[in-house]
Nanobody
Framework: EVQLVESGGGLVQPGGSLRLSCAAS????????VSWVRQAPGKGLEWVST????????YYEESMKGRFTISRDNAKNTLYLQIDNLKSDDTAVYYC????????????WGQGTRVTVSS
């Protein structure tokens, strides 16, 4: 079965950095686009970024550009999200999601990893 397991979250001070990981299994990772989506406390899901199957194209929600960097290592079946200069508003559960064949809608989600930005 498809599995997506996020890790790397934790408590970080404002201005700090964090690299989140998502280990994928149960599908041919390199054939699919994958995304990061987050959910802040009391808020709805917010798309963060998507990376194409080969990694040649990346897409970011406009407000995420600059501080967020999505990448993937297909040989390791792993997706990454580097977050720099963390802000309090970045506090959220971060989910990785496998996109369907058309790369427009997610069809599988991980359990999420929690990021808390606080001094």
């Amino acid at each position: 079965e498809v599995q997506l397991v996020e890790s790397g979250g934790g408590l970080v001070q404002p201005g700090g950095s964090l690299r989140l990981s998502c280990a994928a299994s149960g599908f041919t990772f390199g054939r699919y686009a994958v995304s990061w989506v987050r959910q802040a406390p009391g808020k709805g899901l917010e798309w963060v970024s998507t990376i194409a199957s080969t990694g040649t194209n990346t897409y970011y929600e406009e407000s995420m550009k600059g501080r967020f960097t999505i990448s993937r290592d297909n040989a390791k079946n792993t997706l990454y999200l580097q977050i720099d200069n963390l802000k309090s508003d970045d506090t959220a559960v971060y989910y990785c999601a496998k996109m369907g064949g058309g790369s427009e809608y997610p069809d599988y989600w991980g359990q999420g990893t929690r990021v808390t930005v606080s001094s």
